[in-house]
């Protein structure tokens, strides 16, 4: 009895060295398959991405130029002064090089001479009017004012920009040149929104003159746009 009772312990340990090392296989195979199952989602997952890519590539181009320029201005927060005139200035220039690079896309990859043309018209009016912008930046030493009231010439953005996501459906299968001419005509009303905002705190005529100047140049645009769009559906 007293040898059995010696052997008991030895006999439990072994058992449980055996139970512990079946544990430990099972869990393996489990997380073998986990992971197989991991890798087969995630291979999937990257299909369609690439799918949406090769289906939507013209729009995610010209709709990442958008963001990526919506991203810019609201990330001039830290720069607002309060100074109207500054502050517009700002905004201005930055919004302007979002349609410079739709149009860089658009010169390099549309196929519509009518568009390419507009593309390049859009590109060096508004390397232009950054140089003026930066200009006036360059000797307007701005005065310390009421930020909010300024910041009011971004409020455009966001309801334009939940506009543009709406109606992004329409878009699908069209080409570079009708994305660009349906981008540039979001872009351009919400630069027009910015320069109207601004036309009711503006305090230099210099800035004015600029805002008016946009407005009157971008509506102009948005009908060519509008017409080209008309007769190029399909």
């Known amino acids: 009895m007293e040898k059995i009772n010696k052997q008991l312990p030895i006999k439990m340990l072994f058992i449980g060295v055996v139970l512990l090392l079946a544990a430990c296989s099972q869990e393996s195979k489990r997380a073998e398959t986990a992971t197989a199952t991991d890798a087969k989602s995630d291979t999937r997952l990257g299909e369609d991405h690439t799918q949406h890519t ?3 590539g013209e729009m995610a181009g010209m709709m990442a130029h958008m963001h990526r320029n919506m991203e810019e201005m609201q990330g001039m927060r830290s720069k607002v002064t309060g100074d109207p ?9 930055m919004h302007h090089e979002g349609a410079i690079r739709m149009a ?3 010169i390099a990859n549309g196929t519509d001479s009518e568009m390419k043309e507009m593309a390049q018209k859009t590109k060096e009016m508004n390397q232009a009017d950054i140089q003026k912008l930066q200009d006036f930046l360059g000797r307007h030493a701005p005065t310390a004012g009421d930020t909010t009231t300024t910041m009011r010439m971004m409020k ?12 992004m459906g329409r878009m699908n299968g069209k080409n570079t040149d009708q994305h660009f001419a349906q981008m540039m005509i979001y872009h351009h009303e919400m630069g027009n929104e910015m ?12 800035m004015k003159q600029m805002a008016q100047k ?13 017409s080209w769009l008309d007769q190029n559906k399909e």
């Open 156 to 167: 455009p953005m966001k309801s334009m920009m939940d506009d543009m996501h709406q109606n």
């Open 214 to 226: 946009t407005i009157n140049e971008q509506e102009k645009e948005i009908q060519e746009l509008k």
């Open 54 to 56: 090769m289906q939507g």
């Open 85 to 93: 005139d500054y502050d517009f200035a700002q905004m201005m220039s």
């Open 104 to 106: 860089e896309e658009e």
């Open 195 to 206: 320069a109207s905002e601004f036309l009711k705190m503006g305090k230099t005529q210099e």
